[in-house]
């Protein structure tokens, strides 16, 4: 039997799809042309960030595409779910100059993948190591480490960097010292504090009096832009009666850069109290992030300059937006600026430069007492600039600047 032919179901279907495709049009989602703006001085390769705030709110991935001279090439674009804010790199951009790129969300445009190296996270189960085109950058280490030798488990350490190469491979930082057990590569202990009544001392791990431990590691991976990592830290008041006290929470957010000419990494803590009691951190010559340069760089052989010009002989004591530190390894010069952000605590921050050692460390707590409050978080942030080769304070000014403030990103066209 024949089928009757309607065309009433034609024209139903028809105006169905017409209207389908309607819809269709009208949630597509545009493109945005961004303009980023050189700062006041020009840097080579720097990372930009653009927060979407509730534009594409329904994207995960993204597509950015170069505009210049009518044409479009595309440049590798990674986004943080944590913020919201897609990231890329910039280089070359001269000062005062800019460059306009269009963003796509991926369903709309898609740019490929392989468009850099990108950076590689391998996790061994003890720790985290980065990489950019078989180049190690840096090892994170969320597993207990033990220093060699006769055992000594007040020294056990874990969540610290360590090492850190340069882009040649050469060994930039160490671990438990001989003359320092207690140092590790990039560290973020407190050294004398109170809590609840009772002096508690974080960095001297010898003294028994506090422990860091990681709690958790949050997450991990690489990406075309950036690797990164989200780590919890505790730490742990020993002289408790009872047994060891939680008496600060801690989460360092690291993001490792997509560079190989130069390495590029930022380090944010976010600490706060564990419970009802605040720590008190009293007036010390030395506290919170720290820094221990390479073997090869004991006694004499360390180099320090800092923003202000000072060295080694007249920089201990005095602040600064940044600190190169720097000397031969395996017979070349290579060394590392540590940029503290115009955000943190007491910025400018003081600083520890050890007269006889590679060692140096951000200390707030040398202008005073403070404390870390119940319900107040204690946020701090630092990047880290890795190179072979003598220091240049213009290239690491240009890196603060654009750390401080950031090259501008404007939208030109929706």
């Not at 190296?117 to 597993?143: M, P, Q, T, W």
């Not at 874990?158 to 003359?179: A, C, E, M, Q, R």
């Not at 003081?350 to 460390?361: A, L, V």
């Amino acid at each position: 039997m024949m089928k009757k032919f309607s065309m009433r179901g034609v024209c139903a279907g028809w105006f169905g799809a017409l209207f389908v495709s309607l819809l269709l049009a009208t949630a597509r989602v545009e493109s945005v042309e961004l303009v980023v703006h050189g700062g006041d001085t020009g840097s080579e390769a720097i990372p930009v960030s653009w927060e979407l705030g509730k534009r594409y709110s329904g994207s995960k991935s993204f597509s950015l595409w170069q505009v210049e001279g009518g044409k479009e090439t595309p440049v590798a674009v990674q986004l943080d779910p944590d913020n919201r804010r897609v990231h890329w790199l910039v280089s070359g951009l001269k000062t005062g100059s800019s460059r306009v790129y269009r963003l796509f969300p991926s369903s709309e445009r898609k740019a490929g993948a392989g468009l850099g190296k990108g950076v590689e996270c391998v996790n061994d189960g003890k720790n985290l190591l980065f990489s950019i085109g078989g180049k190690k950058i840096l090892r994170y280490n969320h597993a207990v480490v033990k220093p060699p030798g006769k055992p000594d488990p007040a020294y056990d350490r874990g969540g610290y960097i360590h090492p850190v190469w340069t882009p040649s491979g050469k060994l930039l930082t160490n671990d438990f010292p001989p003359n320092h057990k207690h140092h590790h590569g990039i560290w973020f202990p407190w050294t004398n504090t109170v809590f609840e009544g009772r002096k508690v001392d974080f960095w001297n791990s010898g003294k028994k009096q506090g422990r860091i431990e990681v709690v958790k590691l949050d997450g991990f991976g690489g990406g075309e832009v950036f690797g990164w990592f989200s780590v919890r830290h505790r730490f742990l008041d020993l002289t408790a009666p009872g047994g060891p006290k939680p008496a600060l929470e801690e989460t360092w957010k690291v993001k490792v850069y997509a560079f190989g000419g130069h390495f590029l990494f930022d380090l944010d803590s976010t600490q706060k109290c564990s419970g009802r009691s605040p720590l008190k951190l009293n007036k010390y010559r030395y506290g919170g992030l720290g820094f221990r340069g390479s073997h090869e760089w004991e006694g004499p052989n360390a180099f320090y300059l800092t923003s202000e010009g000072k060295t080694r002989k007249d920089g201990h004591h005095t602040a600064a937006r940044w600190c190169e530190i720097y000397g031969k390894l395996e017979g070349a010069m290579a060394g590392i600026s540590i940029l503290c952000h115009p955000k943190n605590f007491r910025a400018p921050q003081n600083m520890r430069i050890h007269p006889g050692e590679p060692f140096f460390n951000f200390a707030p707590c040398q202008n005073g007492d403070f404390s870390i409050e119940p319900g107040k978080d204690y946020v701090s942030r630092y990047r880290f600039y890795v190179h072979d080769g003598k220091p240049d304070a213009a290239i690491s000014q240009g890196l603060w600047s654009d750390y401080a403030s950031g090259p501008r990103v404007k939208i030109q066209k929706d």
